[in-house]
């Protein structure tokens, strides 16, 4: 009797390993299958970006906006700092991202990130040279690590073609725009005591 009790012990032990080990591979199948799906779409919509500035040479017009430039939703744009790491960026925006995000520090670099409800959407990182072009939200302003405008708020960009299409905020149109800097207070144990997005004013 108490080798017939073991052996349905046994049985039932390994149906719930069979049962864990079966819903932890669906739950990982499931979310390589979201973040491959969440590539796609930025993918497809950097491609479509780029795509539309390099369409301003055909014209040449001297201002844009974003609004024009892109043909997917977004709610948030966000413009970071040179030397700013993938860790500061997913601590600013509140996630994890499924894509490496582009940091040298260099002078002609680009660092934009698009969002939409909670979730990025596009993502433009690298230099001038490879891109083909830059684009600039910060203005002048320099004691920052990143600058974020709601779609709403974000007026126009001024273009230029110095070999190719440069498009930036003017420091008048950074506040006008109502432009928010990533402000923190870091504790000794490197996390943060205080982290919150205030209001651009004028240098």
Known sequence: MRKYIKIIFAIIVCLIVAFIMLFLAKKVYYKVKNIRYERQIIEKNNYSLLQ??????????TTTTLQELTDFEWDYVYNFAPYTNQKYIEDMIGMKSCIPLYFRGDGDETSILFMNKGKIVCYLGGKKDNLKCMISLNGGYTNYNAIRYANQNINILYVEYNGYPHLYLADKEVVKSKGEKFEFKMKDNGKYEIKNWVECTHN
């Open 52 to 61: 539309n500035i390099q369409k301003l040479t055909e014209t040449k017009p």
